[in-house]
């Protein structure tokens, strides 16, 4: 892996933790807890580890989407991190299909 890449992993990663960190305070990184969405008379109970884990699918795929294009898919290390990052946002949203369900109904 190159040391820009690297560099980009290790910032987007950290953002990502300072933005959990901000949204969910020191008690979001506890192993138990939890995180409540309501959405009209439902209420949805999340553990937040997979809050942390959807927002930073969506912010590295974001980044290597964007450095993937300004690079013109040149960067090998980029491709395959934008591959990955493609495959799990692709399983994550398979996964929440239900909820969209529950939320219709």
């Known amino acids: 892996m190159k040391r820009t890449e690297l560099y980009w992993f290790i910032g987007t990663l950290s953002v990502v933790i300072l933005l959990y960190l901000v949204l969910f305070g ?9 995180t409540t969405i309501a959405i009209y008379d439902t209420y949805i109970i999340v553990a937040t580890i997979y809050v942390i884990l959807i927002l930073l699918v969506i912010a590295l795929f974001c980044v290597y989407l964007f450095r993937s294009l300004r690079y013109k898919f040149k960067n090998v290390t980029a491709n395959v991190i934008l591959a990955i990052t493609t495959v799990l946002l692709a399983y994550i ?10 939320i219709n109904s």
């Open 26 to 34: 020191t008690e979001g990184f506890q192993s138990d807890a939890t």
């Open 93 to 102: 949203l398979m996964k929440l299909m239900p909820l969209a369900d529950i």
